[in-house]
């Protein structure tokens, strides 16, 4: 059957229009892709790519600037992912800012987030190198809350021993929480402890208030202090020097002495080793005592002697003279 004209028309339209949705298609993809306007490539290097895939964005600061263009395994722990990115986003990004993985929202899809750097860096070129930043995965986080639940669980069971120990009275602390006479002997001892620290502080004031004192002058440290007793305590003390040299001086001479007389040296060793010349001093000495009885049994006889008798009261009158003088003068 021959079409007519209306319906060569209708599906000349129709794949009119077909043609230019598929064309705006592949266009608003291509710019999402970065396809058709100006970029160039850069590259960086996770350990992980948590899922990252091709053609996945690439945004600088919140705004979408490329897409992944490459994902390449360099050993088990290294893999590069190359990008490209509008090149007139280079001039903002500098050699310092850091790429990290992260998701477009909570079940998104997997994205390369760029943070600028906070130095003064100069700005990327064409093939450069960034640096990466591996963020904690889902995964790890999983296991460590998993660790974490488990350690918790150990706790709050040994918790709770620990509290139906105390509670059925069993330990230190079950004792002092059922044991009424204990909690009172503490008790009793806080109160004795506070009585022995108020004690303390009170004899802590009154030491400093003896360490002020001694300062005043009418003390024993403040009268110290005065030049004057200082001057004088000092002359003291140099006079007691030269005193005890004099005396050392003193304790060896008769040290010596001594030693001489040990050592046979001396009058005094002689006279103690000649008994010959000792008798000779003793009758010397008896004729002297002998000698003077004699001379004074004299001098009585001439006393009464009348050629001296106003001689010797002459002397006297002169005697009572001067005494009664001095005593006058008193």
Excluded at 3 to 25: D, E
Excluded at 72 to 77: G, L, P, Q, S, Y
Excluded at 84 to 95: E, W
Excluded at 276 to 301: G, P
Aim: glycine share 6%.
């Amino acid at each position: 059957m021959e079409k007519t004209a209306s319906q060569k028309i209708n599906l000349g339209l129709f794949v009119i229009i077909g043609l230019l949705i598929f064309i705006l298609a592949i266009y608003f993809i291509g710019d999402k892709q970065k396809m058709f306007g100006k970029t160039n490539h850069l590259e960086t290097v996770f350990n992980n790519v948590n899922g990252l895939q091709l053609g996945n964005s690439v945004r600088y600061s919140g705004i979408s600037v490329g897409t992944v263009r490459g994902i390449e395994m360099v050993n088990d722990t290294t893999i590069r992912v190359d990008m490209i990115i509008d090149k007139s986003i280079f001039s903002y990004i500098k050699k310092d800012a850091i790429a990290t993985i992260g998701s477009d929202g909570l079940v998104g899809n997997m994205i390369i987030n760029i943070i600028p750097g906070k130095g003064n860096q100069p700005s990327v070129e064409s093939g450069d190198e960034i640096r990466s930043f591996n963020r904690i995965r889902t995964e790890d986080m999983l296991s460590t809350l998993n660790i974490t639940n488990k350690n918790a669980a150990t706790l709050t069971a040994n918790l709770l021993k620990i509290t139906d120990k105390m509670i059925e009275g069993k330990g230190t602390m079950g004792s002092l929480l059922n044991d009424t006479l204990i909690s009172r002997d503490l008790a009793e001892t806080m109160r004795y402890l506070k009585l022995t620290t108020k004690s303390a502080s009170e004899s802590i004031i009154k030491l400093d208030q003896l360490i002020v004192s001694l300062d005043k002058k009418n003390n024993v440290l403040g009268v110290i202090k005065d030049t004057a007793v200082a001057n004088n305590l000092k002359n003291t003390i140099a006079n007691l020097e030269k005193s005890t040299t004099e005396i050392n001086k003193v304790v060896s001479n008769l040290n010596a002495t001594i030693l001489d007389i040990k050592d046979g040296k001396g009058t005094i060793n002689y006279l103690a080793n000649d008994p010959e010349l000792v008798q000779k001093i003793d009758s010397t000495m008896t004729n002297i005592n002998q000698a003077s009885i004699k001379l004074n049994e004299n001098m009585e006889a001439m006393r009464h002697n009348f050629l001296f008798k106003g001689y010797f009261k002459k002397q006297e009158k002169e005697k009572a003279k001067a005494a009664k003088a001095e005593a006058d003068k008193k």
